[in-house]
């Protein structure tokens, strides 16, 4: 078995001059409050009452929260079926989100949706594909609108290393540069396809390179590192703001879960524990944690609060989720059309 | 208050104004258009040609001078892609007119359509900001186009639910469903005909829409009601003249949208003929037809004095010789024949 494991430590720059500490704290509270929602999703699934597959982005949560700090509310989010993190990220209703993954009428769609098809239209997260690479011509699309009312708004989306393999992403791609679109087109390469490794699925490893062809701006980086992601973005963003078009950005990093579920998946043989063991040492939040610390932009005791106060924001979420009623099976053909 | 809330709900009666402006049907979509463009600058339209010099059978000539190329723009052939850029600006804010030389090419965009724009509501419990999108496809039958460019696909989109399907006859209609399709916070599949091209009517000017889901009766009759589609509708009526000489009077129904079906205005012209045909322009099996017959079943059958008939396409791809395309294609000669079946005569 091929291992998958990262050359290089996690490793951030000490000179953070560019960065408000207030953005770094900010970065952290996003990537811990991901974390724990996930962890808390992940500790009561077993219990048969989220009746819907969860894919969960334990491992990821540096790119979400890296990407979506640098947009405004009213900037557009598309997500995929791992999209639980970008979310919470862009600003969603964590309530309506728990509730939705009960199947709950509170849920964010109404208990029509599921895991996989979040939306917050108030925090501009405008929907989820759960087709692989379905949401790409989509958040092209919301960035024309912004192109053609010359409003200034930025569309992300975001998506993992197999929507490189489907067809639509060059269609995308090449529009977005044609009309030169404010969109950013984010892949989250964590490797695996379901059970599928990338090098059984792609003829050339090097994604970010994929559409150099288009001359459209494309960037590799370490997507477990919060400072690399959130740089990155801003210039992204920056950049299509001012009207100069998308970039590509291959944020390499890994989902310490199986596909969907709460299996780390190194017993069913398709990656090892090893590579699973070497990855989680790589935790995007754990490791930013340490680097706050050492570099004393944060003190144990503002962790604790944080902490406490995250903890009680899920716990009210839970509890407003499984209070919720379910939706009512009269209305089970309601909002067929808006 | 929105422009498209504001619009006439009336329906004229299309059978008594034959008096005012006639229009060519080219000239009465693009006039449609044109009007919704100015009313409400949300409105764009894209497509491959769209501001080529044939101007989309001559719909969208001139419409890039006018309101820019922001708004009226070439598309690459990335029917998939664009579909899907479509619907992210639909969800954005904007009313996006996608239009296609050839219901062919809505192939390549299935997914776009069933699994994201027709989806998009329902799926996220109604909560979306809905996907105003207009999807207008025209069906390519010519001379030996043969199997890839004169497809009529509205069986396959009539299954899915979520979309809007409408099948214009008359440039009256033509205007007035283009105006509503435009309003509605819905996605809607427009199937022209290019045959239908050859039409000109009557279409008053400004602003009307017609609301989706009903019928017309294009013409009265107690013996049989044939429902008929699109560019059979033409066949069905030319077809009179030979079933009058036959002693056979037919109603003739033009459901004018499938999604929503009319299915009260049917129903009520089974109830009181006995008799169906059903002349859809596409393949007989799993496609309009077998709905419309199903329908009729499932609440008329014992109003039913003898088996129901369809008229459609063979179950074959089109064929390119001229031989071939007449035993292919569906026409007047089909309809004399299915209405002597419904009439025990054959």
Same mark, same amino acid.
């Given at each position: 078995?091929?291992?998958?494991?990262?050359?290089?430590?996690?490793?951030?720059?000490?000179?953070?001059?560019?960065?408000?500490?207030?953005?770094?704290?900010?970065?952290?509270?996003?990537?811990?409050?991901? %974390?724990?929602?996930?962890?808390?999703?992940?500790?009561?699934?077993?219990?048969?009452?989220?009746?819907?597959?969860?894919?969960?982005?334990?491992?990821?949560?540096?790119?979400?929260?890296?990407?979506?700090?640098?947009?405004?509310?009213?900037?557009?989010?598309?997500?995929?079926?791992?999209?639980?993190?970008?979310?919470?990220?862009?600003?969603?209703?964590?309530?309506?989100?728990?509730?939705?993954?009960?199947?709950?009428?509170?849920?964010?769609?109404?208990?029509?949706?599921?895991?996989?098809?979040?939306?917050?239209?108030?925090?501009?997260?405008?929907?989820?594909?759960?087709?692989?690479?379905?949401?790409?011509?989509?958040?092209?699309?919301?960035?024309?609108?912004?192109?053609?009312?010359?409003?200034?708004?930025?569309?992300?989306?975001?998506?993992?290393?197999?929507?490189?393999?489907?067809?639509?992403?060059?269609?995308?791609?090449?529009?977005?540069?044609?009309?030169?679109?404010?969109?950013?087109?984010?892949?989250?390469?964590?490797?695996?396809?379901?059970?599928?490794?990338?090098?059984?699925?792609?003829?050339?490893?090097?994604?970010?390179?994929?559409?150099?062809?288009?001359?459209?701006?494309?960037?590799?980086?370490?997507?477990?590192?919060?400072?690399?992601?959130?740089?990155?973005?801003?210039?992204?963003?920056?950049?299509?703001?001012?009207?100069?078009?998308?970039?590509?950005?291959?944020?390499?990093?890994?989902?310490?879960?199986?596909?969907?579920?709460?299996?780390?998946?190194?017993?069913?043989?398709?990656?090892?524990?090893?590579?699973?063991?070497?990855?989680?040492?790589?935790?995007?939040?754990?490791?930013?944690?340490?680097?706050?610390?050492?570099?004393?932009?944060?003190?144990?005791?503002?962790?604790?609060?944080?902490?406490?106060?995250?903890?009680?924001?899920?716990?009210?979420?839970?509890?407003?989720? %499984?209070?919720?009623?379910?939706?009512?099976?009269?209305?089970?053909?309601?909002?067929?059309?808006? | 208050?929105?422009?498209?809330?504001?619009?006439?709900?009336?329906?004229?009666?299309?059978?008594?104004?034959?008096?005012?402006?006639?229009?060519?049907?080219?000239?009465?979509?693009?006039?449609?258009?044109?009007?919704?463009?100015?009313?409400?600058?949300?409105?764009?339209?894209?497509?491959?040609?769209?501001?080529?010099?044939?101007?989309?059978?001559?719909?969208?000539?001139?419409?890039?001078?006018?309101?820019?190329?922001?708004?009226?723009?070439?598309?690459?052939?990335?029917?998939?892609?664009?579909?899907?850029?479509?619907?992210?600006?639909?969800? !954005?804010?904007?009313?996006?007119?996608?239009?296609?030389?050839?219901?062919?090419?809505?192939?390549?965009?299935?997914?776009?359509?069933?699994?994201?724009?027709?989806?998009?509501?329902?799926?996220?419990?109604?909560?979306?900001?809905?996907?105003?999108?207009?999807?207008?496809?025209?069906?390519?039958?010519?001379?030996?186009?043969?199997?890839?460019?004169?497809?009529?696909?509205?069986?396959?989109?009539?299954?899915?639910?979520?979309?809007?399907?409408?099948?214009?006859?008359?440039?009256?209609?033509?205007?007035?469903?283009?105006?509503?399709?435009?309003?509605?916070?819905?996605?809607?599949?427009?199937?022209?005909?290019?045959?239908?091209?050859?039409?000109?009517?009557?279409?008053?000017?400004?602003?009307?829409?017609?609301?989706?889901?009903?019928?017309?009766?294009?013409?009265?009759?107690?013996?049989?009601?044939?429902?008929?589609?699109?560019?059979?509708?033409?066949?069905?009526?030319?077809?009179?003249?030979?079933?009058?000489?036959?002693?056979?009077?037919?109603?003739?129904?033009?459901?004018?949208?499938?999604?929503?079906?009319?299915?009260?205005?049917?129903?009520?012209?089974?109830?009181?003929?006995?008799?169906?045909?059903?002349?859809?322009?596409?393949?007989?099996?799993?496609?309009?037809? !077998?709905?419309? !017959?199903?329908?009729?079943?499932?609440?008329?059958?014992?109003?039913?004095?003898?088996?129901?008939?369809?008229?459609?396409?063979?179950?074959?791809?089109?064929?390119?010789?001229?031989?071939?395309?007449?035993?292919?294609?569906?026409?007047?000669?089909?309809?004399?024949?299915?209405?002597?079946? !419904?009439?025990?005569?054959?």
């Amino acid at each position: 078995m091929k291992l998958n494991i990262p050359a290089s430590p996690l490793v951030y720059d000490t000179e953070l001059k560019d960065i408000p500490r207030k953005t770094l704290r900010d970065l952290y509270r996003v990537m811990l409050r991901i %974390q724990k929602v996930e962890l808390k999703v992940d500790e009561l699934y077993h219990e048969d009452e989220m009746k819907t597959p969860v894919h969960l982005c334990l491992g990821q949560e540096a790119i979400a929260a890296g990407v979506c700090s640098n947009l405004n509310t009213e900037d557009y989010v598309f997500t995929n079926h791992r999209g639980h993190g970008h979310y919470i990220a862009k600003g969603g209703d964590i309530k309506k989100m728990v509730a939705e993954l009960y199947n709950r009428e509170t849920g964010c769609s109404r208990g029509r949706g599921g895991s996989m098809h979040l939306i917050d239209v108030a925090a501009g997260l405008l929907g989820s594909s759960s087709i692989v690479a379905g949401n790409i011509p989509i958040a092209t699309g919301a960035a024309l609108a912004s192109a053609i009312r010359k409003d200034k708004r930025v569309a992300v989306t975001f998506f993992g290393d197999a929507a490189v393999e489907e067809g639509v992403i060059y269609e995308s791609v090449n529009f977005a540069m044609l009309k030169k679109l404010p969109v950013i087109f984010v892949c989250e390469n964590n490797l695996y396809s379901v059970f599928s490794g990338l090098s059984k699925r792609q003829a050339h490893g090097d994604i970010y390179r994929r559409f150099t062809g288009l001359d459209i701006p494309g960037i590799r980086i370490d997507g477990n590192n919060v400072v690399d992601v959130y740089r990155t973005a801003k210039e992204a963003v920056a950049r299509a703001r001012k009207g100069e078009g998308p970039t590509f950005l291959e944020c390499q990093t890994y989902r310490l879960r199986d596909h969907h579920g709460t299996a780390s998946g190194a017993d069913v043989g398709y990656r090892s524990q090893e590579e699973v063991d070497a990855w989680a040492s790589r935790c995007p939040v754990k490791n930013f944690e340490r680097f706050l610390l050492k570099q004393k932009l944060i003190t144990p005791n503002n962790i604790k609060e944080l902490s406490g106060a995250i903890d009680a924001e899920i716990k009210v979420a839970f509890q407003f989720a %499984q209070a919720s009623p379910l939706p009512k099976e009269g209305e089970v053909a309601n909002y067929l059309f808006k | 208050m929105d422009w498209s809330k504001t619009l006439v709900k009336e329906e004229i009666n299309f059978e008594g104004n034959q008096e005012g402006r006639k229009l060519s049907y080219a000239a009465a979509i693009k006039e449609g258009l044109e009007l919704a463009m100015t009313n409400d600058e949300r409105v764009f339209v894209m497509g491959q040609g769209v501001d080529d010099p044939v101007g989309m059978f001559g719909v969208t000539n001139g419409l890039q001078e006018k309101y820019g190329e922001d708004r009226v723009f070439d598309t690459p052939l990335s029917e998939n892609g664009l579909t899907g850029v479509a619907v992210g600006a639909a969800l !954005a804010g904007m009313r996006p007119f996608y239009m296609h030389n050839r219901p062919d090419f809505l192939l390549l965009t299935m997914d776009q359509i069933v699994n994201h724009a027709a989806k998009w509501n329902y799926m996220f419990g109604g909560c979306s900001t809905g996907v105003p999108l207009v999807i207008w496809a025209c069906v390519g039958r010519g001379w030996g186009g043969a199997a890839q460019h004169t497809q009529t696909l509205q069986g396959l989109f009539m299954h899915i639910p979520g979309l809007r399907l409408v099948m214009p006859t008359t440039p009256y209609d033509a205007k007035g469903l283009l105006i509503t399709a435009i309003a509605e916070q819905n996605p809607v599949i427009i199937m022209e005909h290019r045959w239908l091209f050859k039409q000109s009517g009557h279409v008053p000017e400004g602003l009307y829409s017609i609301p989706f889901g009903r019928g017309v009766v294009r013409r009265q009759g107690k013996d049989i009601t044939i429902v008929a589609i699109s560019h059979m509708v033409v066949e069905t009526m030319a077809a009179v003249p030979e079933l009058e000489k036959q002693g056979i009077d037919v109603e003739i129904i033009d459901p004018r949208t499938l999604k929503p079906l009319d299915e009260a205005l049917i129903l009520e012209s089974v109830k009181k003929t006995g008799r169906l045909v059903v002349a859809d322009t596409g393949w007989k099996t799993g496609g309009v037809g !077998a709905e419309i !017959a199903a329908l009729v079943a499932e609440k008329a059958l014992k109003f039913l004095k003898s088996p129901v008939q369809r008229i459609g396409s063979l179950d074959i791809p089109t064929p390119s010789s001229s031989v071939l395309e007449t035993k292919f294609y569906p026409g007047k000669a089909n309809v004399v024949t299915a209405c002597l079946e !419904a009439m025990g005569r054959v």
